[in-house]
């Protein structure tokens, strides 16, 4: 059974940091792009970052620069650095991974969200 599991949120003043970790772990035969999205009270969930096994990145215009985002592959994690953070941050953030399981003797591709993680950011 292939979960995906995220740690490190929490609540952090204005201006401080945080790194969230998302860790993988079932029958996987592997793990094409991760990522990390965020959803707001009353917004729509939202990308933040996002990586391909190779270690192409994509940002949202809104953590560029202040946020980064690394992987490793040997051990199925993926993190996410957040600087400078603003109570606009603020939400629950969610990994995600396309992972390609062992399952009956076959591989299936499929897309795995985390439980998410809250971060609040106080002004």
């Known amino acids: 059974q292939v979960q995906v599991v995220e740690s490190g949120g929490g609540l952090v003043q204005a201006g401080g940091s945080l790194r969230l970790s998302c860790a993988a772990s079932?029958?996987?035969?592997?793990?094409?792009?991760m990522g990390w999205y965020r959803q707001a009270p009353g917004k729509q969930r939202e990308l933040v970052a996002s990586?391909?096994?190779?270690?192409?990145?994509t940002y949202a215009d809104s953590v560029k620069g202040r946020s980064t985002i690394s992987r490793d592959n040997a051990k199925n994690t993926v993190d996410l650095q957040m600087n400078s953070l603003q109570p606009e941050d603020t939400a629950v953030y969610y990994c995600?991974?396309?992972?390609?399981?062992?399952?009956?003797?076959?591989?299936?591709?499929?897309?795995?969200w985390g439980q998410g993680t809250q971060v609040t950011v106080s002004s």
């Open positions: 079932g029958s996987i035969f592997s793990i094409g792009a």
């Open positions: 995600n991974a396309d992972i390609t399981d062992i399952t009956g003797g076959t591989t299936v591709r499929r897309t795995y």
């Open positions: 990586i391909t096994r190779g270690g192409t990145t």
